[in-house]
Protein backbone atom coordinates (compact mmCIF):
# COMPACT_ATOMS: atom_id res chain seq x y z
CA UNK A 1 0.00 0.00 0.00
CA UNK A 2 1.61 3.46 -0.68
CA UNK A 3 0.98 6.54 1.06
CA UNK A 4 1.55 7.99 4.36
CA UNK A 5 3.41 5.64 5.95
CA UNK A 6 1.74 4.87 9.84
CA UNK A 7 3.80 6.34 12.74
CA UNK A 8 5.59 4.02 15.00
CA UNK A 9 4.38 2.12 16.99
CA UNK A 10 1.69 1.79 14.45
CA UNK A 11 3.61 0.98 11.51
CA UNK A 12 3.18 -2.48 11.72
CA UNK A 13 -0.76 -3.37 11.86
CA UNK A 14 0.08 -7.04 11.81
CA UNK A 15 2.11 -7.00 14.99
CA UNK A 16 -0.33 -4.87 16.91
CA UNK A 17 -3.20 -6.81 15.59
CA UNK A 18 -1.61 -9.76 17.50
CA UNK A 19 -0.82 -8.02 20.33
CA UNK A 20 -4.34 -6.57 21.22
CA UNK A 21 -5.18 -10.01 20.68
CA UNK A 22 -2.66 -10.99 23.27
CA UNK A 23 -4.92 -8.87 26.02
CA UNK A 24 -7.24 -12.35 26.20
CA UNK A 25 -5.64 -14.92 28.63
CA UNK A 26 -7.07 -18.28 26.86
CA UNK A 27 -5.00 -18.97 23.95
CA UNK A 28 -8.14 -20.76 22.06
CA UNK A 29 -9.83 -16.65 22.09
CA UNK A 30 -6.29 -15.43 21.25
CA UNK A 31 -6.40 -17.79 17.93
CA UNK A 32 -9.73 -16.84 17.34
CA UNK A 33 -9.37 -12.80 17.35
CA UNK A 34 -6.31 -13.91 15.42
CA UNK A 35 -8.04 -15.85 12.87
CA UNK A 36 -10.36 -13.15 11.89
CA UNK A 37 -7.11 -11.12 10.90
CA UNK A 38 -6.06 -13.90 9.30
CA UNK A 39 -9.01 -14.44 7.01
CA UNK A 40 -9.81 -10.38 6.62
CA UNK A 41 -12.74 -10.58 9.22
CA UNK A 42 -11.13 -7.62 11.59
CA UNK A 43 -14.99 -6.48 12.17
CA UNK A 44 -16.36 -10.05 13.54
CA UNK A 45 -12.03 -10.25 15.50
CA UNK A 46 -12.91 -7.11 17.27
CA UNK A 47 -15.84 -8.00 18.44
CA UNK A 48 -14.93 -11.37 19.85
CA UNK A 49 -12.05 -9.28 21.30
CA UNK A 50 -14.21 -6.93 23.21
CA UNK A 51 -16.46 -9.41 23.97
CA UNK A 52 -14.40 -11.88 25.70
CA UNK A 53 -12.62 -8.44 27.62
CA UNK A 54 -16.02 -7.76 28.71
CA UNK A 55 -17.69 -11.85 29.83
CA UNK A 56 -13.99 -12.29 31.39
CA UNK A 57 -13.83 -8.91 33.69
CA UNK A 58 -10.21 -8.38 32.51
CA UNK A 59 -8.45 -5.41 32.84
CA UNK A 60 -7.60 -3.33 29.81
CA UNK A 61 -4.54 -0.12 30.01
CA UNK A 62 -5.23 3.15 28.93
CA UNK A 63 -3.18 2.52 25.68
CA UNK A 64 -4.78 -0.47 24.50
CA UNK A 65 -8.05 0.87 25.20
CA UNK A 66 -6.80 3.85 23.24
CA UNK A 67 -5.45 1.54 20.26
CA UNK A 68 -8.91 -0.67 20.30
CA UNK A 69 -11.06 2.57 19.85
CA UNK A 70 -9.08 3.31 16.96
CA UNK A 71 -9.01 0.35 15.24
CA UNK A 72 -12.84 -0.14 15.76
CA UNK A 73 -12.66 3.54 13.92
CA UNK A 74 -10.52 2.14 11.25
CA UNK A 75 -12.33 -0.97 10.79
CA UNK A 76 -15.61 0.71 10.81
CA UNK A 77 -17.34 -0.65 14.24
CA UNK A 78 -16.59 2.34 16.45
CA UNK A 79 -20.47 2.51 16.68
CA UNK A 80 -20.87 -0.71 17.55
CA UNK A 81 -18.30 -0.81 20.02
CA UNK A 82 -17.17 2.26 21.53
CA UNK A 83 -19.65 2.37 24.41
CA UNK A 84 -18.18 -1.17 25.22
CA UNK A 85 -14.40 -0.61 24.58
CA UNK A 86 -14.74 2.64 26.44
CA UNK A 87 -15.72 0.88 29.40
CA UNK A 88 -13.31 -1.86 29.25
CA UNK A 89 -11.92 -3.04 32.86
CA UNK A 90 -11.70 -0.51 35.56
CA UNK A 91 -10.61 2.80 34.57
CA UNK A 92 -7.66 3.68 37.28
CA UNK A 93 -7.87 7.03 38.87
CA UNK A 94 -4.63 7.73 37.68
CA UNK A 95 -5.06 7.17 33.79
CA UNK A 96 -3.75 9.33 31.42
CA UNK A 97 -5.60 8.69 28.16
CA UNK A 98 -9.43 8.28 28.43
CA UNK A 99 -11.98 6.54 25.34
CA UNK A 100 -14.77 8.77 25.54
CA UNK A 101 -18.15 7.24 24.38
CA UNK A 102 -19.78 9.11 22.16
CA UNK A 103 -22.33 10.33 24.11
CA UNK A 104 -20.46 11.61 27.09
CA UNK A 105 -20.57 15.61 26.01
CA UNK A 106 -22.34 17.77 23.38
CA UNK A 107 -20.46 18.06 19.58
CA UNK A 108 -18.81 21.05 19.49
CA UNK A 109 -18.82 23.25 16.82
CA UNK A 110 -15.57 22.82 14.61
CA UNK A 111 -15.28 26.51 14.77
CA UNK A 112 -14.86 26.95 18.51
CA UNK A 113 -11.54 25.30 18.27
CA UNK A 114 -10.55 25.55 14.73
CA UNK A 115 -8.66 28.77 13.40
CA UNK A 116 -10.36 30.15 9.90
CA UNK A 117 -13.76 29.81 8.45
CA UNK A 118 -14.50 25.86 9.09
CA UNK A 119 -17.36 24.60 7.81
CA UNK A 120 -20.48 25.65 9.52
CA UNK A 121 -22.03 22.12 9.45
CA UNK A 122 -18.41 20.71 11.16
CA UNK A 123 -18.87 19.55 14.51
CA UNK A 124 -15.99 17.68 17.01
CA UNK A 125 -17.25 14.81 18.84
CA UNK A 126 -14.96 14.53 21.71
CA UNK A 127 -13.22 10.51 21.33
CA UNK A 128 -9.76 10.38 23.46
CA UNK A 129 -8.62 12.78 26.26
CA UNK A 130 -5.46 13.10 28.30
CA UNK A 131 -6.37 13.92 31.32
CA UNK A 132 -2.59 15.06 31.84
CA UNK A 133 -2.66 18.20 29.63
CA UNK A 134 -6.75 18.33 28.89
CA UNK A 135 -5.82 17.70 25.28
CA UNK A 136 -8.55 15.86 23.07
CA UNK A 137 -8.55 13.82 20.04
CA UNK A 138 -12.21 14.42 18.53
CA UNK A 139 -13.68 13.24 15.17
CA UNK A 140 -15.21 16.00 13.42
CA UNK A 141 -18.59 15.05 11.35
CA UNK A 142 -20.91 17.13 9.28
CA UNK A 143 -24.00 17.60 10.76
CA UNK A 144 -26.17 16.29 8.17
CA UNK A 145 -30.07 17.92 7.03
CA UNK A 146 -32.02 15.73 8.69
CA UNK A 147 -30.59 16.39 12.78
CA UNK A 148 -27.87 13.78 12.91
CA UNK A 149 -24.07 13.85 12.71
CA UNK A 150 -22.53 12.14 9.13
CA UNK A 151 -21.38 8.47 9.72
CA UNK A 152 -18.00 8.85 8.75
CA UNK A 153 -15.59 11.55 10.29
CA UNK A 154 -14.11 14.39 8.05
CA UNK A 155 -11.47 14.85 10.50
CA UNK A 156 -9.71 13.73 13.08
CA UNK A 157 -8.78 16.98 15.17
CA UNK A 158 -6.52 16.96 18.11
CA UNK A 159 -6.90 20.03 20.37
CA UNK A 160 -6.44 21.55 23.68
CA UNK A 161 -9.20 24.07 25.47
CA UNK A 162 -7.87 27.35 25.05
CA UNK A 163 -5.75 29.21 22.07
CA UNK A 164 -2.28 27.27 22.72
CA UNK A 165 -1.06 24.93 21.16
CA UNK A 166 -2.68 25.10 17.65
CA UNK A 167 -4.83 22.24 16.66
CA UNK A 168 -3.75 19.22 14.62
CA UNK A 169 -5.95 18.12 11.77
CA UNK A 170 -5.85 14.80 10.51
CA UNK A 171 -7.73 13.87 7.13
CA UNK A 172 -9.38 10.64 7.38
CA UNK A 173 -8.93 9.96 3.39
CA UNK A 174 -5.39 10.03 4.24
CA UNK A 175 -3.41 6.64 5.39
CA UNK A 176 -3.35 6.03 9.35
CA UNK A 177 -4.68 9.10 9.69
CA UNK A 178 -6.87 7.92 13.00
CA UNK A 179 -3.14 6.06 14.22
CA UNK A 180 -1.33 9.46 13.58
CA UNK A 181 -3.95 11.22 15.59
CA UNK A 182 -3.48 9.44 18.23
CA UNK A 183 0.41 9.28 18.51
CA UNK A 184 0.09 13.38 18.18
CA UNK A 185 -2.18 12.91 21.14
CA UNK A 186 0.16 10.61 23.33
CA UNK A 187 2.76 12.86 22.60
CA UNK A 188 1.19 16.14 23.53
CA UNK A 189 2.71 15.98 26.97
CA UNK A 190 5.70 13.52 28.62
CA UNK A 191 5.73 11.73 31.62
CA UNK A 192 7.12 13.36 34.43
CA UNK A 193 10.75 12.75 35.01
CA UNK A 194 11.32 10.10 37.78
Given at each position: ?29 VD ?40 AE ?36 AS ?83
Amino acid sequence: MTGTPLPPPYADEAALWSRLAALLPDPVDVDEVQGCWDIGEQEGGLTVLVERIHEQGLSVSESARAELAVMAEQWGVWDQLGPDIARCGPVPDAARLRVLPDDAGDPLPASSVLPGPPAADLFLVPWIRCARCGRVLARGHRMEWWGKLSYLPLRYVVYAPGDAPAPQVFDPEERGAAWSALTALRTCCRPDPA
